[in-house]
C-alpha cells in the first residue's frame, strides 16, 4: 500500500508505511477515509461509518426473506472502492469545487469494481450484478465482465491493492472467507433472477437511506413495523361506523357475504388467493379487510394495493385513509402513483434515489404500472421499493386489467413471490382471468375466496343486455338514441367508448341533440385528474337526486369507479371490458333484478385500440345476441382460455416469452429495454419484446386546470427554482397532469407549447378546455395519449 500512496500521504491521510497502523489508530479519532462530502452540519461521511451502516439496513431488509447475510455483503461492499487514494483525492477536488463526479484526470474513478471482484472471490458472481449497478442500474453478466475487464488494468489493480490494504483491517471478514451461498430454493433461474432483484432492492434503499442520513445529519429514516392487529381494529370499527351513516342498499346483504367470506378465508396460509365479485360487490373494503386481517394473523409487514388507473387509486385511497389513518400522528396511508422521471445520470442521479418512494408505510395504494415496472426494472429509483414485497399482502385489484402481453412474467413473478418471500397475493375481479391455466401457475391451485361465485353472481345479476351490432349502427345514430330518455326516471345515461377521438366526438353529438337542462359531461384522459374527480362529483350529485344527465367517458370509468345509471351504452370491447362497463347499470340494485340496461353497439364508424384486435374477435365467438352476455360465467371463462392462451398472446414469440428469455439470462436491461436489436454492433434495442406496462412512451405536462389554477402556476414556479428534484411538489402536482406520447412532444406544433420543468415534466401552454381538457391543434389531436 505505501508504494502506491507514499506520494500522496496528505491526500490519504496523513503516514501509511506502517501496515496499516496508523489508519486503525486515525479510525479512532478523525477520520480519513470518506465516502461523501460535507453535509448540513459540515461534516464528512467516513467510508467505514457508511458501509457498516448500509450493511446493517440492508441486511435487516433482506432478512424478510432469508437472505440477511447476502444483504450484509452487499451493503460493506458496494463502496469499497472508495478508499483507493485516487478517489479520495478525487472527493476532496471535488469538494471544493462545489461538487460533481469523483474524477481523475478528467475521468471518473471507478469505485464499485473491486466490489464485484470480491463477489467473484466469494463464488457469487450474481451478487455482483447488484454490486455493479447499485449507481447506474442492473445490467447483464456481459456487461459487468466488460467493465470489470476495463478496471483490470495496472492502474486499476493498484487502485484495488489501495483499497483492500485499507479496509480489510477495519472490516473483517469482508474481503475473504467462504464462499456466499444463495438461499435454499432459489436454485432455479427465475427464481435467483427474483432473489437478485430484492437484493439489489435492498442495497439501493439502505445506500440511499444511509446516505440521506448522513446528508441531513440524522440518523437512518426507517419506520418501525405497524401494529397490524391494531390497523384491523381500527379499520373493522371504523367500517362498522362508515356503514352505519350509509344508506340502505338491495346489494348490502351480498356484500356482507363477500366481506365475511373474506374474513374466513384470511385464516388461511400464504398463498395466491382469488377474490371473483361482481362489480358493485363491496371488493374495495372487502379486499382490504382480507389483507389487514391476513397480515395481524400470520405477522406481515405491509399491505400494497395495486390498481389499474390512477382515477382508482385516487378513490380507493380516499376510502382507505378514512378507514385507517389516525386522527393525529403519522398517516398509515402511502398513495404512490407519480407519473414524473427525473435524470438518473449526472450529480441529479443520487437526489432522486433519495427522493423516490421506498414504500416505507404500513398501507401502500399504488398502480399495477408502478408495482410491475419496479419489480421488473432495474434503476435504483424504480427498484428503491421492491424488498418492501417479502413478507407482504399484495392486492391485485381489477386484475383483468393487466396486459395480456405480459402476463406469462407476471404470473411467474408472483408465484415466486409466494413460494420463497412470503408474500400473500389477493386476485380481486368481477371478470377473473383464467391465469391458473398459464404455465407458471399450471400447477399451483388457487385458494378461492367465494366457494360458489356463480350463486353470487346469479343473485346479483342487475342489468339486461341489448346488441347493437347487426346492422352496425353509426355514432350519430347512437347519439340520436341515448340523447332521448330510456323511460320514466330514466333520463341519465353513460356512454362508454373505445377511442378519446370518439368520446370527443359522442360527447359533442350527444350535447347537439339535447336541450339547455340536460347536463352532459365528458370524461376521458384528456383531463387531468383533478378535472375526472369534479366531473365525477358533479354526476354523482344529479344521478343521487334524480336529475337528467348524460356521460360520455372512455375506458377510465369502467374499472372500480363507484357510479350507478339506469342505462349503459358501451361500444363493442373485449368481454371484461362489457362486463366491467356494465357494472355502472343499477349498481345498487335500486331497479331490482335486470332492472338495470346495457346496450352493446358496434359503432361502423367506431375505433379502437390496437390491442383489442384479438380479444374482440375472441369476443364476437363466444358472446352476442342469441349466443352469451358478459355476465355468464362459463362464457367469461371460455373467452379468458382462448384469449390467453392464444399463440400471438403467450406463445413462444410473444413479448412475454421474449421478457422471460431475458430474465433467464440475467440481462435485466433487455427485460426492461428490449434485447439488442445486433449484439455485434450494439445500441438500438427491440421495444417489443420489452417489459412496458403501458407501451406507448408517454411524458407528462402540468395543465392549469380552472378552480386550481393559481395553485398549479405557484407549485410550478417553487419546483423550478428547487436546485434539486422535490419530489414532494411533483406529488402535489399530480392531480394536474395529462399524458402526452414522447415521440409526439417533439413535433414543433406541440413541442412549442411546452414549457420544461424538471426531468421530463413540463407545463402546458396550450388551450385546457373546462369540458373536455388539454386541446391540441386539429393537426396534432392524435398527439395526445
Same mark, same amino acid.
Given at each position: 500500500m505505501a508504494r502506491f500512496c507514499r506520494t500522496r500521504a496528505v491526500l490519504c491521510g496523513g503516514p501509511i508505511d506502517d501496515g496499516g497502523r496508523a489508519w486503525r489508530?486515525?479510525?479512532? !479519532?478523525?477520520? &480519513?477515509?470518506?465516502?461523501?462530502?460535507?453535509?448540513?452540519? =459540515?461534516?464528512?461521511?467516513?467510508?467505514?461509518?457508511?458501509?457498516? !451502516?448500509? =450493511?446493517?439496513?440492508?441486511? *435487516?431488509?433482506?432478512?424478510?426473506?432469508?437472505?440477511?447475510?447476502?444483504g450484509r455483503f452487499l451493503g460493506e461492499a458496494h463502496d469499497v472502492g472508495k478508499a483507493s487514494c485516487a478517489w479520495q483525492a478525487g472527493l476532496l477536488a471535488s469538494e471544493a469545487a462545489g461538487g460533481g463526479r469523483v474524477t481523475a484526470g478528467g475521468k471518473s474513478v471507478d469505485h464499485k469494481s473491486l !466490489?464485484?471482484?470480491?463477489?467473484?472471490?466469494?463464488?457469487?458472481?450474481?451478487?455482483?450484478?447488484? #454490486?455493479?449497478?447499485?449507481?447506474?442500474?442492473?445490467?447483464?453478466?456481459?456487461?459487468?465482465?466488460?467493465?470489470?475487464?476495463?478496471?483490470?488494468?495496472?492502474? *486499476?489493480?493498484?487502485?484495488?491493492?489501495?483499497?483492500?490494504?485499507?479496509?480489510?483491517?477495519?472490516?473483517?471478514?469482508?474481503?475473504?472467507?467462504?464462499?456466499?451461498?444463495?438461499?435454499?430454493?432459489?436454485?432455479?433461474?427465475?427464481?435467483?433472477? &427474483?432473489?437478485? +432483484?430484492? #437484493?439489489?432492492?435492498?442495497?439501493?434503499?439502505?445506500?440511499?437511506?444511509? $446516505?440521506?442520513?448522513?446528508?441531513?445529519?440524522?440518523?437512518? /429514516?426507517?419506520?418501525?413495523?405497524?401494529?397490524?392487529?391494531?390497523?384491523?381494529?381500527?379499520?373493522?370499527? /371504523?367500517? @362498522?361506523?362508515?356503514?352505519? !351513516? +350509509?344508506?340502505?342498499?338491495?346489494?348490502?346483504?351480498?356484500?356482507?357475504?363477500?366481506?365475511?367470506?373474506?374474513?374466513?378465508?384470511?385464516? =388461511?396460509?400464504t398463498g395466491i388467493y382469488r377474490l371473483p365479485a361482481p362489480t358493485g360487490a363491496g371488493k374495495t373494503i372487502a379486499s382490504a379487510a382480507f389483507a389487514l386481517r391476513h397480515a395481524a394473523l400470520l405477522g406481515k409487514k405491509r399491505v400494497i394495493v395495486a390498481v389499474p388507473f390512477t382515477t382508482i387509486t385516487e378513490q380507493n385511497a380516499g376510502v382507505y385513509r378514512r378507514l385507517l389513518d389516525p386522527e393525529g400522528g403519522a398517516p398509515v396511508v402511502l398513495e404512490h402513483h407519480t407519473h414524473v422521471a427525473v435524470d438518473e445520470s449526472g450529480g441529479r442521479e443520487r437526489w432522486r434515489r433519495l427522493a423516490a418512494e421506498n414504500w416505507d408505510a404500513p398501507f401502500v395504494v399504488t398502480t399495477t404500472v408502478q408495482l410491475f415496472e419496479s419489480l421488473f426494472g432495474? @434503476?435504483?429509483?424504480?427498484? %428503491? @421499493?421492491?424488498?418492501?414485497?417479502?413478507?407482504?399482502?399484495?392486492?391485485?385489484?381489477?386484475?383483468?386489467?393487466?396486459?395480456?402481453?405480459?402476463?406469462?412474467?407476471? &404470473?411467474?413473478?408472483?408465484?415466486?413471490?409466494?413460494?420463497?418471500?412470503?408474500? $400473500?397475493?389477493?386476485?380481486?375481479?368481477?371478470?377473473?382471468?383464467?391465469?391458473?391455466?398459464? *404455465?407458471?401457475?399450471?400447477? $399451483?391451485?388457487?385458494?378461492?375466496v367465494i366457494a360458489q361465485p356463480g350463486r353470487l353472481y346469479g343473485a346479483l345479476r342487475r342489468v339486461r343486455y341489448r346488441w347493437w351490432t347487426s346492422p352496425k349502427p353509426t355514432l350519430e345514430e347512437v347519439a340520436d338514441e341515448v340523447a332521448r330518455p330510456a323511460g320514466p326516471d330514466r333520463d341519465q345515461a353513460l356512454v362508454v367508448v373505445n377511442t378519446r377521438?370518439?368520446?370527443? %366526438?359522442?360527447?359533442?353529438?350527444?350535447?347537439? %341533440?339535447?336541450?339547455?337542462?340536460?347536463?352532459? /359531461?365528458?370524461?376521458?384522459?384528456?383531463?387531468?385528474?383533478?378535472?375526472?374527480?369534479?366531473?365525477?362529483?358533479?354526476? @354523482?350529485?344529479?344521478?343521487?337526486?334524480?336529475?337528467?344527465?348524460? #356521460?360520455?367517458?372512455?375506458?377510465?370509468?369502467?374499472? *372500480?369507479?363507484?357510479?350507478?345509471?339506469?342505462? &349503459?351504452? %358501451?361500444?363493442?370491447?373485449?368481454?371484461?371490458a362489457l362486463q366491467q362497463s356494465a357494472g355502472r347499470a343499477n349498481r345498487e340494485g335500486a331497479l331490482g333484478f335486470e332492472g338495470g340496461l346495457v346496450v352493446i353497439f358496434d359503432p361502423d364508424d367506431g375505433g379502437a385500440p390496437p390491442a383489442y384486435k384479438i380479444p374482440v374477435e375472441v369476443t364476437r365467438e363466444v358472446m352476442g345476441a342469441g349466443i352469451a352476455d358478459p355476465d355468464d360465467l362459463l362464457a367469461l371463462q371460455t373467452f379468458y382460455r382462448q384469449y390467453l392462451l392464444d399463440p400471438r398472446i403467450t406463445g413462444p414469440a410473444s413479448r412475454g416469452q421474449a421478457v422471460q428469455t431475458s430474465r433467464k439470462g440475467f440481462d435485466f436491461h433487455a427485460v426492461t429495454d428490449g434485447p439488442l436489436i445486433d449484439v455485434g454492433l450494439g445500441g438500438d434495442r427491440d421495444l417489443s419484446k420489452a417489459f412496458r406496462m403501458i407501451t406507448e412512451d408517454t411524458v407528462p405536462v402540468v395543465v392549469s386546470y380552472g378552480p386550481d389554477a393559481a395553485e398549479v402556476e405557484d407549485l410550478v414556479a417553487e419546483l423550478g427554482r428547487a436546485p434539486v428534484p422535490d419530489m414532494r411538489l411533483v406529488r402535489a402536482l399530480q392531480p394536474y397532469l395529462v399524458q402526452l406520447r414522447r415521440a409526439d412532444r417533439g413535433r414543433p406544433e406541440v413541442a412549442a407549447l411546452c414549457r420544461p420543468i424538471v426531468g421530463d415534466l413540463a407545463q402546458w401552454l396550450g388551450d385546457y378546455d373546462k369540458q373536455t381538457g388539454l386541446r391540441l391543434t386539429q393537426a396534432a389531436e392524435d398527439f395526445i395519449s
Open positions: 489508530r486515525t479510525y479512532r !479519532g478523525d477520520a &480519513v477515509l470518506w465516502a461523501h462530502s460535507v453535509n448540513a452540519v =459540515g461534516r464528512r461521511h467516513t467510508l467505514v461509518d457508511h458501509l457498516w !451502516g448500509t =450493511g446493517q439496513l440492508a441486511e *435487516g431488509f433482506a432478512s424478510a426473506f432469508g437472505a440477511g447475510d447476502l !466490489g464485484v471482484e470480491l463477489a467473484r472471490r466469494r463464488g457469487a458472481d450474481l451478487l455482483g450484478l447488484a #454490486l455493479h449497478g447499485h449507481h447506474g442500474g442492473l445490467t447483464s453478466p456481459s456487461a459487468v465482465r466488460a467493465a470489470l475487464a476495463a478496471e483490470n488494468t495496472t492502474e *486499476g489493480r493498484e487502485r484495488w491493492v489501495e483499497a483492500e490494504a485499507a479496509l480489510a483491517p477495519l472490516l473483517p471478514g469482508l474481503f475473504g472467507g467462504p464462499a456466499l451461498r444463495l438461499p435454499p430454493g432459489f436454485g432455479g433461474a427465475g427464481e435467483a433472477e &427474483v432473489l437478485v +432483484r430484492f #437484493l439489489y432492492s435492498c442495497l439501493v434503499d439502505a445506500d440511499a437511506l444511509d $446516505t440521506e442520513a448522513h446528508r441531513n445529519a440524522t440518523s437512518a /429514516r426507517v419506520a418501525p413495523d405497524a401494529d397490524m392487529g391494531l390497523l384491523w381494529d381500527r379499520f373493522s370499527a /371504523r367500517r @362498522k361506523t362508515f356503514l352505519d !351513516g +350509509r344508506p340502505v342498499s338491495a346489494v348490502d346483504r351480498w356484500r356482507s357475504e363477500v366481506y365475511e367470506a373474506c374474513l374466513a378465508a384470511a385464516e =388461511g396460509p432495474r @434503476k435504483p429509483s424504480r427498484m %428503491r @421499493k421492491v424488498h418492501r414485497l417479502a413478507n407482504a399482502v399484495v392486492v391485485l385489484d381489477e386484475v383483468q386489467a393487466l396486459p395480456a402481453a405480459l402476463l406469462v412474467p407476471i &404470473v411467474d413473478a408472483l408465484r415466486t413471490l409466494s413460494a420463497l418471500f412470503g408474500t $400473500t397475493v389477493l386476485l380481486a375481479s368481477a371478470t377473473q382471468p383464467e391465469l391458473f391455466e398459464l *404455465g407458471p401457475l399450471r400447477d $399451483t391451485a388457487p385458494r378461492e377521438p370518439n368520446a370527443q %366526438r359522442m360527447y359533442e353529438l350527444v350535447g347537439e %341533440r339535447v336541450g339547455p337542462e340536460m347536463v352532459v /359531461r365528458h370524461l376521458s384522459t384528456y383531463m387531468c385528474a383533478a378535472h375526472r374527480a369534479a366531473v365525477l362529483a358533479e354526476v @354523482k350529485e344529479l344521478l343521487g337526486a334524480g336529475q337528467p344527465v348524460r #356521460l360520455v367517458s372512455t375506458q377510465l370509468i369502467e374499472a *372500480g369507479v363507484d357510479i350507478d345509471f339506469p342505462v &349503459v351504452y %358501451r361500444a363493442l370491447a373485449p368481454a371484461d
